[in-house]
């Protein structure tokens, strides 16, 4: 037989007194009262000793099974009080866990950064309803009873002279007919059209603008639009304004920026044209004016016309429009 059952009653109260965690405490039950353990394996080969030593040898081993019982269980709870009692349990200096905070949808913040820029400039922010009435988003606007924009395939139709707006041109109607000019606004906001793919989404965001004065020449536009891609891009893009047709303005024309991303070299970004079309404008046809029963003697003025989207994306240099709304935290974080 090994060990006595005092040289083993020694060693344990030993290796207890060095045991400083819950778990050295647990490992020590198991290795002298567990299934295999010390103590255990000394009760069971009892039967191998000289008969007149079994009786006392097992008294003395079960005698010293309830001691380490009880000295293990007294050990654990002792430890346990002393931690709760040093507040061991929260580590202080763990660092805090931070709240994360909201932030502005990547369309939002553009779109207040172009708002930003014409406040500058001395427009006011105006906004209006979106689902309008056809009066106010095309007939006002000069828009012919045939025009392909009416089209069942273009608008979204509520009934026969309700739609969602296709543009928030029909802001700027409203506020003509409740003022008189000089007139300078911004209108920005959700716009609808039946559209969908890699660069167009059935809600999109617009930011036009309108200026109405004596004596607004189509310099004037050149010098805003101007103005506002510098600050909007960077100082060193230059603007080309290419002759297009709208219902609502007359002359008209399209805006193309330098490429923001190969700066007229030539890259994907551009179709290798070197520009980007950015913006449309003009100047406001004078049956729109005579709509809102301005004298179109005394006054002309100026339009124009962006997608939020667009802006962005060539901003931030994204390829699908579609991202914009799938809100993946992993992309929107990003702004
Ligand atoms: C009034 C009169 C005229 C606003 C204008 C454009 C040209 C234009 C497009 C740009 C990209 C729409 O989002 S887009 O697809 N806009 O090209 N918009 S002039 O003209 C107005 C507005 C209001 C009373």
């Not at 139709?157 to 969602?164: A, H, R």
Request: glycine letters at 8%; a negative charge; aromatic letters at 10%.
């Amino acid at each position: 037989m090994g060990k006595s059952i005092e040289q083993i009653k020694d060693d344990a109260f030993k290796s207890l007194e060095t045991a400083s965690d819950p778990e050295s405490i647990k490992e020590l039950s198991i290795r002298y009262l567990g299934r295999k353990g010390v103590v255990t394996q000394f009760l069971r080969n009892i039967s191998a000793l000289p008969p007149e030593e079994r009786p006392g040898a097992g008294k003395k081993a079960n005698e010293l099974k309830k001691i380490l019982e009880a000295a293990f269980e007294q050990a654990l709870e002792r430890l346990e009080t002393e931690a709760a009692a040093t507040g061991d349990r929260i580590d202080v200096s763990l660092p805090g866990r931070t709240a994360s905070q909201g932030f502005l949808h990547p369309i939002t913040q553009i779109s207040g950064q172009i708002s930003d820029i014409f406040t500058q400039m001395g427009f006011d922010i105006v906004e209006g309803p979106e689902v309008e009435q056809d009066f106010y988003n095309f007939e006002s606007l000069n828009f012919p009873k045939d025009h392909p924009a009416r089209d069942m395939q273009d608008t979204f139709f509520v009934s026969d002279n309700i739609v969602l707006r296709t543009h928030t041109s029909p802001i700027q109607v409203r506020v003509m007919e409740k003022r008189t000019p000089p007139v300078r606004v911004i209108a920005p906001g959700k716009v609808y059209r039946c559209d969908s793919d890699l660069t167009h989404t059935p809600m999109f965001h617009q930011v036009e603008g309108l200026l109405v004065d004596k004596n607004v020449s189509f310099g004037d536009l050149k010098g805003i639009l101007t103005t506002f891609v510098h600050r909007m891009f960077d100082e060193d893009i230059s603007l080309r304004f290419r002759p297009s047709f709208f219902p609502f303005t007359e002359p008209s024309a399209e805006v193309d920026i330098l490429c923001v991303m190969c700066r007229g070299k030539g890259c994907r970004v551009c179709s290798h044209t070197g520009w980007l079309e950015v913006l449309g404008a003009g100047m406001v046809h004078p049956a729109v004016f005579e709509n809102v029963g301005y004298d179109t003697d005394r006054y002309t003025g100026f339009a124009f016309g962006m997608g939020v989207e667009r802006i962005a994306m060539l901003k931030y240099g994204i390829d699908d429009i579609r991202k914009f709304f799938e809100n993946d935290f992993r992309f929107l974080r990003q702004f």
